[in-house]
């Protein structure tokens, strides 16, 4: 068996003598580059552009603007499609726009023979706006009077869920209760992947093959057919090894456009790369969001009443629409239950940057905002957070009513008292609990829970094929991509422990290639070693059918006293091995009466989804006059189920908590008044690094998940949920400061401290000179 | 139904327009580029090789040699596998050769940064050899008593076939025969497709992959495996689109040493590109076959006794062994029955270069010998050739007892007096009676029967697999190949009518992967037709059986009432259209309680095989003085039952019979004493073009081949297997000069036409001053 082992990657070799191939090496030699002209204002209309300058340099194949592509919309989201016009995803985005609604936004391409050329050519090209009334917040869009950034979409709300629990008015009515009511902020944050999105387009055979850096192949098939206005069988999209997506590419991004552009200059093959300065800008971000909370509980800590505002910043076009602040919203009723509820959650399009799906799709956010309120709460009761946790978090048996989500097991409590031990939390507590002077240290925590895959909001299917080769060994067909999340080691062993082969006789195809690889949505959602363990069992079930059926065959015995253990056909009575599944292969495919290539195909419908919990608990040392938070230790506890590799595990919670760690002291994209983009480099935002890390800690509680054939549940985007509360929690137990907003950093913390009283004068003087000599020293 | 209509070829658009891949578009920029050091001497041993100087040369990665290869030896015929070991291919060849068999042995390989480097480092390389003995002529070979070619067989025959029917001896008794004997000899030609053979390695996924000019991936798969002694689940062969093969890529060629490279150089990209001179010498050849009929008869025409004696010069390699002699053997009692045959076929080792597959298959050869041969017997019989042919050959209902293959048509009979009216046959015999002078004319003609397929030599399976788009079109995926013969039309215009959709809607996957294409054979044998058209027919079956029981689910018909027509689900009763079958498939794949996507797959063991028959007629001019023939006309009819393409098909002819033209009148590799070739270049190697042919006409003779689901049966080696003999024919008719050899050159004709008394003194003097002013003039 090697379900549950730390083997390693298979595709560790070729990753790291650097065989393994990515987009860029599929491009030949003599493709054209395409260069896109960015809008230079953030609200407005363009009236003309003039490309004669530009059309004039050399090398300059074709210009194409917002005047000449296709006057029809297209989502991009990356969730499947439905046959349901309510569940189909906002169409509200051209391949070029001439209503722009960003800065930044895509308004001209440059076809050119090479890079130079193109940005040369951008340059040049000379373009008149109109320009509108710009709104950057989601509260002042909902209420702008201004010119919509979509017109059907008069007052820019995407979405809006609204929950109702009990009755909130009543309830707060009891006497006695403690009012806690707080807002919360998260930032703009970007995925920061290490390759940045590319997509390489050419004809072929009837069809445009567009080679991409995604997550998603047949989505993005089905959105490049849509965006082309063509049927989408005349579409191929191959995705080979990519260099990170963490949501970002689960979005058409710049695939359907490549499709367009190589159809424009004869099928001819070109290439759409962009920078890591047009990722930050023209790709996706990950929602800011601002929470409101009010919490009504007696003394003793029950959760009488609560009320939840969330506005989601979504930019300039809907991308994924509202279903990340949805699931941000429908948490709040399920983490902590409470009889009277009253939850608002708005996705509202501003004039800034697309945000779209990023790891934890819309719940590190509202874990900040919950799980802050929740140690907020226990601060104005005067309890311990973890007792406040443990009185009121989800309990064994709970169920959700629309997803049939169930808490199989007390996975909340069985975490949080891991954690606890593992950060040694209680002595901390008592240890840390007069401090004074200007390093002072603190322990916090924070939960989460996360879905595992879609259903039933939107379909959950994966298909897989296996392919019996001559020695034995066995081609394995996905549809769920490996993104640099080790899912093809995953599959790899399932697919052994299922067919019964040795880990080395599967072949895992890793590059899709939707002309022959089976269906499957891809990677997001936390679903794919999930949801590829049906279809890999089922397949695999009856791929081995097949098997033991022509070793019937060939040896006359009973299928029933026959398996398939290790790569050996053997006899069941005695266990003795008849022949190896190399000899029945070439037996089989070989005997010219009855020739036989031994393969199967099969979709599976999955009509489930699974809870993942977990908690991550921070220890931090504070320097309270340069604003400044050390993380000691960092310790996330997980129940995602069973694990399939340990190893991957751990390194997958490692992934996560070092996004967790920027989104909580350091991440932030920030704009300017007009839009526009301040800090789009890996200079100046400050993405988190090893340099900014403890140790990270992890530990699995493993309650096999009931639902799933290898008893696993999601992993992929828990990690980075509950890290930014924990570490905020803990400043909190350090200094006494609330601090409710993300990124926690320095210009955030000394007013906040300062206001506290927890900064002298001199501190403060002395920060100022030495602020006033670090600009000199950089002038 | 668009079998038997001439549809568009679906690679036209991307083969004129140049956009379709070949092996050499897929080498990546950084690519090694390997080059073979050929032996200098025909028959030895090496005995060292010093490769230091070339090894100081800039930009050398490494040089290997005979010395270096792994021990053992392996087959390279493009044929399946059998577990059988007396039915597997002669392993006779290592990757690079100490022994050497032939002026150009493989014996050593520099692969270098580029192929400059490459080719200077060859150069620097210094060899010793130990020479043996060398022989050339397969009669002269099994009867040497020097070193053999290969230990293994001592007498350097690699196979004899021996067939006896009746009783030669008792029956050639008989009073009052009449006995013809004569020897027939052909040429060593080569298969000069435009792409030399190039194949491109490298190591990724754990295993190599290699990029190949080949006709049979599946096979090249496994012989790669053979050859480096590794598992064939670790090999992946890629095949593009090829320009052309003819046979001579129906071996595994380069693709093992190929493979063999990439390893020695850490799995970096190796590319093996032969040159011409490189393709005519170390690829392969058609065999030049000595052939020596002697039939007795009585002077009525009936054929009593006949005899055979065979012997095919194999070159240095067994490659296909002595399957293409026996083939060629085994025809004889065959075409005309007769009731006491000895026929003996013999392959031998030479060292000349390796002979193998060429298109017929050793057919062209006995053909030019059996066909030249009826016309002899009815010259001395003085009968018409066409009628001695009627009188005798194969019948209506003849079945030969081990292929099982039938006539179940007078075929034969019909194709004569097709090709005799479209020729006005007896019109010209009359006319070309008493002719005189230098200019002369004649007609004549040759018939041939080829088989289709192999079985059941060899087991013959074709797998195929159908996946289903949301558009409502489909991929089709099959082992067999195009290679330029426009295989992939047809298989789509098959699947198009057997599934039921609009053949646009057909995406026939062209490129095979191992990795994941199903197992078929591969290009040859006249096969692909034939046999996809049953895996085709029966995939397609299971494919909308799934198609048909889905569209039950969603309309509640009862399947027997429904019927996929044009790509619209209709029902029966009233043939209306109910769906398409896009919106099915969508709503199948999306359907989130049974999502569906619908593939089939099954593999087809075919037990059959096919009589193909036909008949060339020609009229030439023969210019006496010069031994020049011109062909005026040339008439191919074929029964290849019914057509799938009447173009495509058309197309087919007349390839064929362009390379039989060369066969017949120009085409031959000659060789020095040393085993060196003289003209490895196609300015000195004459193959036939367009000046040298007349409009090529051909006629269909439709008889619907009862064993193949579409009626149909081979066409593609066919059409090159009469027109030698029916050229010869004709100049025997204007000359009354009987040429036994081909190709029938005027350095061939000119002293049988001055034997036979055509050329006066006169214009023999004339011809001299003319070969000497010539001589002069290109000095």
């Not at 790291?16 to 609200?43: M, P």
């Not at 080790?486 to 299922?498: H, I, L, R, V």
């Not at 595990?649 to 008044?673: I, P, R, T, W």
Request: net charge negative; proline share 4%; glycine share 8%.
């Amino acid at each position: 068996m090697y379900v549950g082992k730390s083997v390693n990657r298979v595709d560790a070799y070729d990753k790291v003598t650097g065989r393994a191939k990515y987009t860029e090496d599929f491009i030949r030699n003599g493709s054209y580059t395409a260069k896109i002209l960015h809008s230079t204002i953030a609200h407005g209309k363009v009236i003309s552009i003039d490309t004669s300058k530009a059309e004039k340099l050399e090398g300059i194949i074709k210009i194409i603007t917002c005047f000449d592509v296709p006057k029809h919309s297209f989502p991009t989201a990356g969730h499947p499609w439905s046959v349901d016009e309510n569940h189909q995803d906002i169409a509200d985005r051209r391949l070029l726009n001439e209503h722009v609604r960003y800065y930044g936004d895509d308004i001209a391409v440059v076809i050119a023979e090479n890079e130079v050329q193109a940005l040369q050519a951008l340059k040049l090209i000379e373009v008149e706006y109109e320009e509108y009334e710009a709104v950057f917040d989601p509260i002042e869009s909902m209420n702008s009077n201004s010119i919509p950034i979509h017109e059907q979409t008069p007052n820019n709300i995407i979405g809006h869920t609204k929950n109702r629990f009990g009755n909130y008015e009543e309830a707060i009515k009891e006497k006695g209760l403690i009012k806690i009511d707080t807002w919360y902020e998260t930032p703009i944050v970007q995925h920061s992947h290490i390759e940045n999105h590319i997509a390489y387009a050419y004809e072929e055979q009837g069809k445009i093959v567009v080679v991409a850096s995604t997550q998603i192949p047949h989505i993005v098939r089905r959105v490049c057919g849509q965006a082309l206005g063509i049927s989408l069988g005349k579409i191929r999209i191959v995705k080979p090894y990519i260099g990170g997506g963490f949501g970002n590419k689960q979005d058409a991004l710049y695939e359907p456009l490549a499709a367009y552009l190589t159809t424009q200059v004869g099928g001819h093959p070109v290439k759409l790369d962009s920078t890591r300065e047009e990722t930050f800008v023209s790709s996706r971000t990950r929602h800011s969001e601002k929470i409101h909370i009010i919490s009504y509980v007696r003394s003793d800590g029950t959760f009488v009443a609560r009320k939840l505002e969330l506005y989601a910043n979504n930019g300039g076009y809907a991308s994924h629409g509202h279903s990340i602040a949805a699931k941000g919203t429908n948490c709040f009723h399920q983490l902590y239950p409470c009889d009277n509820i009253e939850a608002d959650g708005y996705t509202v399009y501003t004039n800034l940057p697309t945000a779209g799906a990023m790891r934890g799709y819309g719940i590190p956010q509202t874990m900040f905002a919950f799980e802050s309120h929740l140690d907020d709460v226990a601060l104005k009761l005067g309890l311990d957070p973890i007792e406040l946790r443990i009185q009121n978090i989800m309990p064994k048996g709970f169920k959700d009513g629309f997803s049939r989500n169930e808490n199989y097991y007390d996975s909340f409590r069985e975490a949080i008292a891991v954690g606890r031990r593992a950060i040694d939390y209680d002595k901390k507590r008592e240890e840390y609990k007069n401090q004074s002077g200007n390093i002072r240290r603190g322990v916090g925590l924070g939960c989460f829970w996360y879905n595992t895959g879609v259903y039933p909001i939107s379909v959950e299917t994966s298909s897989c094929r296996m392919v019996l080769n001559q020695d034995g060994s066995v081609q394995v067909q996905l549809g769920e991509t490996e993104i640099g999340q080790g899912g093809d080691t995953a599959f790899s062993q399932m697919a052994a422990d299922s067919i019964g082969v040795p880990l080395d006789d599967i072949h895992i195809v890793s590059t899709q290639d939707t002309d022959v690889t089976p269906f499957g949505l891809g990677a997001y959602a936390s679903r794919q070693t999930y949801m590829a363990s049906f279809s890999i069992t089922n397949t695999a079930k009856i791929f081995k059918e097949k098997i033991i059926d022509r070793a019937r065959k060939e040896l006359e015995f009973a299928p029933k006293n026959l398996d398939l253990v290790d790569g050996m056909i053997i006899r069941k009575t005695d266990n003795r091995q008849l022949m190896s599944l190399g000899e029945l292969a070439t037996i089989a495919l070989y005997d010219n009466k009855d020739s036989d290539h031994i393969s199967a195909e099969s979709t599976y419908t999955i009509r489930n989804n699974a809870f993942s919990f977990g908690a991550s608990f921070a220890e931090v040392e504070v320097d309270i006059a340069l604003g400044k938070v050390k993380i000691l230790r960092l310790v996330n506890v997980h129940d995602c189920g069973k694990l399939i590799n340990p190893r991957l595990a751990e390194a997958q919670a490692h992934g996560g908590m070092s996004m967790a760690v920027g989104f909580a002291l350091s991440e932030e994209l920030k704009y300017n008044d007009k839009g526009k983009i301040l800090n789009n480099n890996l200079l100046d935002y400050k993405l988190s690094t090893t340099m900014d890390h403890p140790n990270f800690e992890v530990y699995f509680i493993e309650n096999p998940e009931p639902t799933s054939p290898y008893n696993t549940k999601s992993l992929g985007e828990p990690p980075t949920c509950s890290p930014a509360p924990a570490i905020r929690n803990a400043i909190l137990n350090a200094t006494g400061v609330r601090v409710n907003q993300c990124p926690m950093t320095p210009h955030v913390l000394f007013p906040l401290f300062k206001e506290a009283g927890l900064i002298e004068n001199d501190y403060e003087k002395e920060m100022k000179y030495e602020n006033k000599a670090w600009s000199v020293e950089n002038v």
